[in-house]
């Protein structure tokens, strides 16, 4: 399945949003357990994108689920807009980072031009099965 | 740097070319919803006992398409593994060294299985439409919204919409129209169906957090008559049973208690992140999850051994989403995690 085709955009996001919000919900001062409770069952009970925060009641959201949060009377802080966007390409491995550190950790690929490896030798009893090759 | 779908399935491929006395592909039965082939790897030295009676350790990531640095995380250290049986070098994760003579006691004891990137779709969308994106890439009929969460959508307790679990096709925590309705998460049960498996991770992030169960309600250790076989299923609504614990026994829990913190530790020895071991529900409720249902199958059907189940939260929660889940310099994580999971790998082969 290795295919070296440049990646290029497949799709478009389909419900035309451009941004979403990185949220928390305020806490009030002296917030009880009880209250907390409450709180956060307001929030899965809107059925949102919460995000592993230990510290606090944080999420992912669009426009219209940030008016849903301020109707259901929660005080929200907006941390910042999230622009849907592809991942910035400068994150991304060229083939050349790839096969560098392949060869860098295994030796060249067998069947390469620089292999002067031996081809590896099976063992008695280790082969893969059919249903495993 | 995160590599593409193809890049993690060139370093399986290269693996399985280079060392195939270690390592064996494992074509998976389901190709994912858009159709792209899910590979899997063996990783077993063979000397030592058969491999079909090893203990199993079975790792996966990428479940969550926008938690890039995981399914990098799980080739790395297989490479990781097979370059030191192979050529007797020692793993060195910032301060913590793990000498290769102990790392090819595990390969000789344990019969690893890693499945690096379970939802190939999902990646392949945060890097060419939005990095934010978490589903796969179903199309849920009927609505104008793709994808399910597939970290909701194993059976256990499927369907049941308690804290961070819905119904609903558009929303991010969406469990499916089935329990294993998706073909990429058909992939994680037949391995578990198929292969000894006696310690099961799936890598996320972020938080810093190593969970094992429960993740639907307080654990309890004294009443076995209060389990999740006497709930309701596919309900579409909460447990609604106010003050409801899950039971597990108390050996079982110091097992995991044990093991996870272990894991910290391990952990901790790269840099010093001291990471948290708890409950999944500390967290946040949930239903549907891979660790518990790993977990939960043997006390669905007691014909089936224990598989011990774990979520890892690599990387700290920050203040900006973003960059937690692909942050720009993922390595430090990384190694840390690494050692953590060669930890666990430990444990499997007894020490």
New interface residues.
């Given amino acids: 399945m290795t295919d070296s085709t440049p990646m290029s955009p497949v799709d478009e996001p389909a419900d035309g949003q451009l941004e979403r919000y990185e949220v928390v919900l305020d806490a009030p001062p002296a917030e009880t357990a009880d209250q907390l409770d409450a709180r956060t069952a307001q929030v899965s009970a809107l059925d949102l994108d919460r995000l592993p925060d230990r510290q606090q009641v944080r999420l992912l959201v669009d426009a219209e689920q940030l008016d849903r949060l301020r109707a259901a009377g929660l005080q929200v802080s907006v941390q910042r807009s999230v622009a849907i966007q592809p991942l910035d390409p400068t994150l991304v491995a060229s083939e050349d980072d790839v096969t560098g550190w392949l060869t860098a950790r295994l030796g060249p690929a067998p069947g390469a031009a620089d292999d002067r490896t031996p081809a590896p030798t099976e063992r008695p009893g280790t082969a893969p099965t059919d249903e495993e090759r | 740097?995160?590599?593409?779908v193809?890049?993690l399935?060139?370093?399986v491929?290269?693996?399985v070319?280079?060392?195939?006395?270690l390592c064996?592909?494992?074509?998976l039965p389901q190709s994912s919803t858009q159709g792209?082939?899910v590979?899997a790897v063996?990783i077993a030295a063979?000397d030592g006992p058969p491999i079909d009676r090893r203990p199993g350790v079975l790792l996966i990531a990428g479940t969550h398409a926008r938690e890039?640095m995981n399914p990098d995380l799980l080739v790395e250290l297989a490479?990781?593994l097979?370059?030191a049986y192979r050529n007797g070098t020692d793993v060195v994760l910032g301060n913590r060294t793990w000498p290769a003579a102990q790392l090819r006691t595990v390969l000789e004891t344990v019969a690893l299985y890693v499945l690096p990137c379970v939802n190939p779709d999902g990646r392949?969308?945060?890097?060419?439409?939005?990095?934010?994106w978490?589903k796969n890439r179903r199309d849920n009929p009927g609505t104008?919204?793709?994808g399910v969460d597939l970290n909701r959508n194993a059976d256990i307790l499927w369907g049941v919409?308690?804290?961070?679990t819905?119904c609903?096709p558009c929303?991010?925590?969406y469990c499916g129209s089935g329990a294993f309705s998706e073909p990429e998460n058909k992939n994680v049960k037949h391995l578990l169906d198929t292969r000894h498996i006696d310690h099961f991770v799936d890598v996320?992030?972020?938080?810093e957090?190593v969970i094992y169960p429960w993740g639907h309600a307080v654990n309890q250790t004294t009443d076995p008559a209060q389990n999740f076989r006497t709930l309701p299923t596919g309900t579409c609504r909460?447990l609604g049973r106010p003050g409801y614990q899950e039971y597990i026994s108390a050996d079982d829990l110091a097992q995991f208690r044990q093991v996870a913190q272990r894991i910290v530790d391990e952990i901790a020895a790269v840099r010093g992140r001291r990471y948290?071991p708890e409950p999944g529900m500390?967290?946040?409720?949930t239903t549907g999850t891979h660790s518990d249902y790993a977990w939960s199958r043997h006390l669905a059907d007691p014909t089936l051994a224990k598989t011990y189940g774990y979520t890892i939260?690599t990387g700290p929660?920050g203040?900006?989403?973003?960059e937690?889940f692909?942050p720009?310099d993922p390595e430090p994580i990384k190694r840390e995690a690494e050692s953590g999971l060669l930890a666990l790998l430990q444990v499997a082969a007894g020490g």
């Fill in positions: 740097m995160y590599r593409t193809a890049q399935a060139t370093v491929e290269q693996l070319a280079t060392a195939p006395e064996t592909l494992l074509p792209t082939p590979p063996r063979p890039l490479v990781d097979v370059a392949t969308y945060v890097m060419t439409v939005d990095d934010m978490r104008s919204c793709d919409t308690e804290g961070q819905s609903a929303t991010d925590i996320h992030s972020f938080s957090l909460p948290s500390t967290l946040y409720p939260e929660s203040n900006d989403a973003r937690a692909h720009r």
